[in-house]
């Protein structure tokens, strides 16, 4: 079994940053890849980040440029750099870690971005 343990959600305005970490316990070993997704109210969960073992990164279009994934091996911690926050960046962020054959998801953190 892998546990998340997601921290960094807050309050923040438009223009202003955040960061998030996602710290992994468990089964670690089981895990390939590690990113984040976010909900929106009404709207459908989205993949905004991962990253791999090799550190291969991938991003949402919607925030390229913008927010920056990052890992610390040592602590099998995953970070999600934000800045330039803008409402519509307003969301649950979730961790997800990627094994072969599964995804786990956190319990979410809440970012909310006033304008």
């Known amino acids: 079994q892998v546990q998340l343990a997601e921290s960094g959600g807050g309050l923040v305005q438009a223009g202003g940053s955040l960061k998030l970490a996602c710290a992994a316990s468990?089964?670690?070993?089981?895990?390939?890849?590690m990113g984040w997704s976010r909900q929106a109210p009404g709207k459908q969960r989205e993949l905004v980040a991962s990253?791999?073992?090799?550190?291969?990164?991938n991003y949402a279009e919607s925030v390229k440029g913008r927010f920056t994934i990052s890992r610390d091996s040592a602590k099998n911690t995953v970070y999600l750099q934000m800045n330039s926050l803008k409402p519509e960046d307003t969301a649950v962020y979730y961790c997800v870690v990627h094994g072969t054959s599964f995804s786990v998801w956190g319990q979410g953190t809440q970012v909310t971005v006033s304008s």
């Open positions: 990253i791999t073992r090799d550190t291969s990164t």
């Open positions: 468990g089964n670690i070993f089981k895990i390939n890849a």
